[in-house]
């Protein structure tokens, strides 16, 4: 049975650092690799989407990478500002299934 | 561009009361979800349809009935709700074929049962 796993639980980091948030998974059989952010009170907003051929994706200050046989992907995060304060959850298709398998997020606060 | 919309955004139900989740999705997509979020339990999948006039079971299906109304709605139903079904549910579509989109979420319905 696939698991996700994201650590830590909680981030806490000053304004302008640059910053890594992890996520591991169990079984490399996956068809893709989603980031999401989590706002309070608020759904989920796709940020970056990595297919299994892939090794990264990028979309402004947000680089997303994917290591399937380690079981591993990151999300770096540039040049963090206030307004990146959210909940970051990793979510993985396996191959062959309809659903998304998700972690349980990394609660990230950027303190001005 | 709605994207994924949700009724109501809040609901507060007695135990034994019955109500129906509304969700619509304006982006032509074929697979629509429900899922709910727990604190320390993360996002759990109620049920899912990969595409119009089909519905699957998820982790947590028990206490739930789905129905795949069209392309664009998905509904969700609690026949006779339980304090155990306080939760956020959350709505969700993706395009699922050749070419995998992301998953779209709506802004979830927020329910209280006492």
């Known amino acids: 049975k696939q698991e996700v796993t994201q650590i830590p639980a909680a981030l806490s980091v000053p304004e302008g650092e640059n910053l890594v948030l992890n996520c591991s998974f169990t079984?490399?059989?996956?068809?893709?690799l989603q980031w999401f952010r989590q706002d309070p009170g608020k759904g989920l907003t796709s940020l970056l989407l990595?297919?299994?051929?892939?090794r990264e994706q990028t979309s402004g200050r947000l680089n997303a990478s994917l290591d399937k046989s380690s079981g591993r992907s990151t999300l770096y995060i540039a040049a963090s500002q206030p307004g990146d304060s959210a909940t970051y959850l990793c979510?993985?298709?396996?191959?062959?299934?309809?659903?998304?398998?998700f972690g349980q997020g990394t609660r990230l606060t950027i303190n001005p | 561009n709605a994207g994924v919309t949700q009724t109501p955004k809040f609901q507060v139900l007695k135990t034994g009361q019955s109500m129906t989740l509304q969700c619509a999705q304006d982006?032509?997509?074929?697979?629509m979800y429900w899922y709910r979020q727990d604190p320390g339990m993360g996002l759990r999948l109620i049920y899912y349809?990969?595409?119009?006039?089909?519905?699957d079971k998820g982790e947590v299906p028990n206490g739930y009935n789905v129905s795949r109304l069209n392309k664009r709605e998905f509904s969700l139903r609690l026949e006779s709700a339980a304090p155990s079904q306080t939760s956020v549910y959350f709505c969700a579509s993706s395009f699922q074929g050749a070419g995998n989109s992301p998953l779209h979420f709506g802004n979830g319905t927020r329910l209280t049962v006492t």
């Open positions: 982006m032509n997509h074929n697979s």
């Open positions: 349809s990969a595409s119009e006039g089909t519905t």
């Open positions: 990595i297919q299994s051929s892939q």
């Open positions: 079984d490399s059989a996956i068809y893709n």
């Open positions: 979510a993985v298709r396996p191959s062959g299934a309809q659903k998304l398998v």
